[in-house]
């Protein structure tokens, strides 16, 4: 038995790096300090559900077959395809992105990965206006405001609170782990008492509203009172100690989150509604008056108290997901967002960070900006790259039945596509890379098996603020397995021979 | 009164279920458990006269699919359906991409109705209606 402390995990945007896991007998036994998605696939990489060989469709069905047959399969589907798409990448290494964009321009294909259905917006956002940010680690020890829009890390990002944020002592905010449990305490105390009133007939208890949206009593109180200690070596937990109120938590979502229950503060807005929300928020912030009594289900007056709130921190971050760019404006509520940010940099501090989903999608969109210039949605048709989201994004090609062939790796996109762009990419040759027999992969018709980057692979992830961290490799692949670096490398160098062969068979 | 259809907006997204379900095996049963569901409000469910657990047919432009709907545990969400993000979900979100590649899985409108008798589909049968593969 043998322990491995410092593990990194290879699920969510997070990148937790505390990970301790203990191996007995090349398997990983027990996990120490994950949240329940880790422990899922730390505990599950060896399940039935893992891909074992090979397999390439032959009469409908899937067969086993060697890595040598398939890698030459694919590299025969590749080479001979006119417009292929490379799709995925964002659940590898940085070592395998790299090499998917060699091999991208050597079949002339298209290069996109799942930030298309992701925070592809975000970045669109991010190119239109720029972004202010800032590292998970000054988050943690410096912001005392901080704000989800539109996510629930609770269920996406379990241990985003409690490593950077309302639940993490950071050297100048102190952790609200302990408020938030008196405050559940407080909770379950009421729904007894309201359980004993309802037997005894006192109460009759009605259907729960939508939240009125007003704002506790507590959220205007100062985030600080004045350090009167002024022992450097004592002062920050003096600081600390005299706060009488620490960090603040606001969620703003279209329904209560599990977040949303942890928060001090839940705004509840309408579907859609973002936009015109952050819009009211940033005139409120330059001073301008509404002449509306409601934005977006929201009175003026709370946001008023909110913008207050958000002028007084002297930290302020806020955290946006799916719900900004996956509704109604996309990519024009992220940029809204980041105005707001500019404008709020006129009074006080504040970033903004978007809560990216897939362990190393940010490392993709690193990946493939240095070797190509572009994040995602490449096109090397053309011989060079090309990059018009809306033209050479994969969801598009797919519904417009552009594409001819496809490789997709480490993702799922015919379990995330709309049904539409999902039957193109079916009907079309369809080579899959992933370690589990994933949705994709069972309509497959060539599938590899590939060792589990961060499990049976070390290499290098993006965490979601762009720090890149590396991944352990703490158990052996099953044997004779490749890496997806490794399957890549050879299709690529089998494309090559063949495209060279053809040469030859021309001249 | 129950109606027979109720108009609402569709949502998908995360919940910590089909994460955990995702990351143990697209094939499980925690997986297909997480992701057939569809969280709706107490009082829409009254409106369709359907008890908690009872299937529901969904129905957009894009297609329609039976799911199981649960009572939101958190709040109110009225006029909102919640499904976790799977195949089921997928198969009636919106691929309108607005020019710029993201499909619309979040705001567009949608059709409930109680189905009780209707099966909720495994993952093998509504690949073959959808891929006849």
Request: glycine share 8%.
């Amino acid at each position: 038995m043998s322990i491995v402390k410092s593990v990194t995990c290879p699920v969510c945007g997070c990148l937790c790096d505390d990970i301790e896991l203990t191996i007995e007998d090349g398997k990983v036994t027990q996990i120490k300090n994950g949240c329940a998605m880790c422990e899922s696939k730390f505990l599950n990489y060896m399940t039935e559900h893992r891909t074992k060989t090979p397999l390439i469709r032959k009469d409908g069905k899937l067969v086993p077959v060697s890595y040598e047959e398939a890698i030459h399969k694919s590299a025969e589907i590749l080479a001979n395809a006119s417009y292929p798409i490379l799709y995925g990448w964002s659940s590898t290494d940085c070592e395998a992105q790299r090499v998917g964009v060699e091999l991208a321009e050597e079949v002339g294909g298209v290069l996109d990965n799942t930030a298309v259905v992701c925070h592809g917006p975000s970045i669109l956002g991010v190119q239109e206006v720029g972004i202010p940010t800032a590292t998970l680690g000054q988050i943690r020890h410096r912001a005392d405001l901080i704000i989800y829009w539109g996510c629930d890390p609770w269920s996406a990002h379990p241990r985003h609170l409690e490593r950077y944020t309302s639940f993490t002592d950071g050297r100048f905010e102190a952790s609200e782990w302990k408020s938030y449990l008196n405050k559940v305490k407080a909770s379950v105390g009421m729904k007894k008492r309201s359980s004993v009133a309802r037997r005894r007939g006192l109460y009759c208890e009605s259907a729960e509203t939508v939240s009125d949206n007003k704002p506790p009593e507590t959220l205007n109180m100062p985030t600080h009172t004045v350090c009167v200690n002024n022992n450097p070596a004592t002062m920050n937990k003096e600081c600390v100690r005299t706060c009488t109120q620490g960090r603040k938590l606001i969620v703003v979502d279209v329904r209560k989150t599990m977040t949303a229950n942890a928060a001090d503060y839940f705004i509840q807005v309408k579907p859609g509604k973002d936009y015109e929300i952050m819009q009211a928020i940033r005139a409120l912030v330059k001073e301008e008056e509404l002449d509306v009594d409601e934005v977006g289900g929201v009175s003026v007056e709370y946001l008023e108290e909110l913008v207050d709130v958000m002028i007084n921190c002297q930290f302020g971050v806020i955290f946006f997901g799916m719900g900004l760019t996956q509704s109604a404006g996309k990519f024009r509520n992220v940029e809204d967002a980041i105005s707001l940010i500019r404008d709020l940099n006129m009074r006080t501090k504040f970033v903004i960070i978007p809560m990216r989903g897939h362990f190393n999608v940010t490392g993709a969109n690193t990946v493939f900006t240095w070797q190509s210039g572009y994040p995602y949605a490449i096109d090397f048709s053309l011989g060079y790259p090309k990059y018009n989201p809306g033209e050479t994004t994969v969801v598009d090609i797919l519904l417009r039945k552009e594409s001819d062939a496809a490789l997709v790796i480490a993702s799922d996109p015919v379990s995330n596509f709309p049904r539409k762009a999902a039957e193109h990419l079916v009907k079309t040759p369809l080579i899959v890379i992933d370690p589990h027999m994933n949705v994709t992969a069972m309509v497959g018709d060539v599938v590899f098996p590939s060792s589990i980057v961060g499990i049976e692979k070390a290499g290098t992830a993006y965490r979601m603020d762009h720090v890149p961290l590396p991944l352990k490799k703490v158990v052996e692949p099953p044997e004779g397995f490749l890496s997806d670096e490794e399957i890549l490398q050879r299709i690529l160098e089998e494309v090559r021979r063949i495209k060279s062969q053809e040469k030859k068979g021309a001249n | 009164m129950v109606q027979q259809k109720l108009q609402v907006t569709l949502l998908t997204g995360r919940t910590i279920e089909q994460g955990v379900g995702k990351e143990a095996g697209k094939a499980t049963q925690g997986y297909f458990e997480s992701t057939t569901m569809a969280y709706m409000d107490i009082c829409d469910m009254k409106k369709l006269g359907i008890k908690n657990q009872t299937n529901i047919l969904v129905t957009t432009p894009n297609g329609s699919v039976v799911l199981r709907a649960v009572k939101y545990p958190r709040g109110a969400m009225p006029g909102m359906i919640y499904i976790p993000y799977g195949p089921w979900a997928n198969s009636i979100v919106s691929n309108e991409t607005t020019s710029i590649g993201m499909p619309s899985f979040r705001g567009t409108p949608a059709e409930v109705e109680p189905a009780p008798d209707k099966p909720v589909l495994t993952l093998k049968e509504l690949l073959m209606k959808q891929f006849g593969k």
